[in-house]
C-alpha cells in the first residue's frame, strides 16, 4: 500500500475521545495513511488503548514527559517520524465526517495550507458520539441547542468552486506540505501555552515563505467532542508572535532543529 498522507492526531487524555476519533477514520472514504498519535505526555491508559488498538493503519504512537504545555515540541516529532511529504494536522477532541481525509488529500498541493473548520457539539450529542459511536450527526445538530458553528456541518462537493474563505488557520484542521514545514524550521517551541503557536505562527510565517490558504470549508467537516476548556490568557502567545513578524523571523530558531 501507498501511503497518501500522514495524519498526526495531538493527544493529551481523554482516550474516550482517540477510540471515537479511530473509529471514524475507519469510516472514511480514503485510507491509505499512517497514523502518528503525538501525545503531549505519557498516559498510561493511553499507552494501553494505543498497544491494544487493531493496525487498519500504520500507526505511532509519540510521547514525551509531561512538563506542561509543549504541544509544538510533540508536533516537531511527529513531522521529522512522518513518512510522506503530505501532513494533515486534528487534535484529540474532533471526530471527522467520512470524506475529511480524502478532500485533504484530493487537494494537496505544495506551496498551499489546506484550511478546514469544525462544528462544535453540546454535550448531549458528544455523549452519542462516544456512547454509540456515531458520525451521522447533521439530522440532529439544528435540534439541539448550544452547538456552536452549526452552519459548517453541511458537507458540500461544490465548495471546491466556491471557495468559501477562512480567515485563519485552525491546528484542529489543516494539512500542509512536510516539505514546506521543514523549510521554516517546524513548530516554534518557544510557545509554551495554548494557542497561536500551533496555528496562527504556523500560518504567518509559510505565508511569508510565499505559501497560500485554500479553504476546506464545507469540504473537509469535523466535529469538536465537548469538554471543559481550560484556555489561558494567550497575550503573551500574542506579544511574542509580533515580535517575531516585526523581525521578520519566518525560520524559527527553537524549532525542529535547535
Sequence with gaps: MTMKATLIISVYKHVEFLKAILHSLRQQTEQDIEVIISEDGEDAKMKEFVDSYPRYWPIL??????????????????????????????????????????????????????????????????????????????PYLFNHKKCRYVEEAFFCPLAHWIRIPVKHLLGSNMSMSRTDLLEINGFDENYTLPATGEDYDIEWRLQAKGCKIISLRHLAVQYHLYHKENWNNHIENMIYCRKKQTENQIICKNGIHK
Excluded at 521529522?80 to 475529511?100: E, Q
Excluded at 498541493?109 to 450527526?137: D, P, Y
Design 61 to 138: 504512537h509519540l510521547t514525551q514527559p509531561d512538563n506542561g504545555w509543549n504541544k509544538e515540541k510533540a508536533l516537531n516529532r511527529a513531522v521529522l517520524a512522518a513518512k510522506t511529504d503530505w501532513l494533515i494536522f486534528i487534535d484529540g477532541d474532533c471526530v471527522l465526517h467520512p470524506k475529511f481525509i480524502e478532500m485533504h488529500i484530493k487537494y494537496q498541493q505544495r506551496g498551499v495550507i489546506l484550511a478546514g473548520k469544525r462544528i462544535k457539539l453540546n454535550e448531549q450529542l458528544t455523549q452519542k458520539v462516544l456512547n454509540n459511536q456515531s458520525i451521522h450527526l447533521f
